[in-house]
């Protein structure tokens, strides 16, 4: 399975605009690069993914590398509420069986 | 978005004993998987539920030890047999309506072994 490589924690203050950043250097062409967060206590929840192009939802941007080796996702403005853990994951569609593997993610911590 | 009820919730359970963990959807899916997440870590896929058939198990996880059952597109059962204290986790549904679609989760049932 294609590898992530996250940081372990980053810390932002209420607000302010946050960019988490993936490496995913062994990605493939069919590889959707997805994020999840997990809030505290809850399970994890979807955030947004893409294949090549930018993509912008209610919750956040993906911006993604020309040669897709690495992508980041931008909270545009940080809430108390979007303290929990990121995860940068790679899934294949067509794959055997295209199902989300968990790396260790990103402990993202807000401060008011 | 796909709404997850799992039961228990949590559950302090005696070791060498069996629990059955339930998981409801609230509309049919394509895929319903189940995952682990010991204290401090990470997400482990255990398996994938299969309708039908017997699930698909991932690396290190064996049918005897968690059994799944999956009869219909939207419910699914996890027994966590002949429990230890090691298996002291939090156990999540999950589910994926269709094939290219993101994947929802249920809280999880946080479950202590004693």
């Known amino acids: 399975d294609a590898k992530t490589t996250q940081p372990n924690s980053m810390e932002s203050n209420e607000e302010e605009p946050v960019h988490l950043p993936c490496n995913h250097s062994?990605?493939?062409?069919?590889?959707?690069i997805h994020w999840y967060r997990q809030l505290p206590s809850q399970g994890p929840e979807y955030v947004i993914h893409?294949?090549?192009s930018n993509v912008n939802n209610r919750m956040a941007s993906l911006a993604i590398a020309e040669d897709r080796k690495s992508s980041t996702l931008i909270l545009h403005r940080a809430t108390l509420r979007d303290a929990a853990v990121y995860y940068c994951?790679?899934?294949?569609?067509?794959?055997?069986?295209?199902?989300?593997?968990f790396g260790k993610g990103t402990k993202l911590s807000v401060k008011p | 978005s796909a709404v997850i009820s799992q039961k228990p919730s949590r559950d302090i359970c005696q070791r060498g004993t069996s629990l059955t963990i339930q998981c409801q959807v609230d509309?049919?899916?394509?895929?319903m998987f189940w995952y682990r997440q010991q204290p401090g870590q990470s997400l482990t896929l255990i398996a994938t539920?299969?309708?039908?058939?017997?699930?698909?198990?991932e690396s290190g996880f064996v049918i005897d030890k968690f059994p799944i059952s999956r009869p219909n597109l939207t419910f699914s059962t996890l027994t966590v047999s002949n429990m230890s204290p090691e298996d002291s986790s939090i156990y999540l549904c999950?589910?994926?309506?269709?094939?290219?679609?993101?994947?929802?989760f249920g809280d999880g049932t946080r479950l202590s072994i004693l």
């Open positions: 999950s589910v994926r309506p269709r094939d290219n679609q993101p994947q929802h």
């Open positions: 062994t990605i493939s062409g069919t590889d959707y």
């Open positions: 994951i790679l899934r294949d569609p067509g794959g055997s069986q295209g199902n989300l593997i």
């Open positions: 893409g294949l090549t």
């Open positions: 509309s049919q899916v394509t895929m």
């Open positions: 539920a299969n309708q039908g058939s017997e699930a698909t198990y």
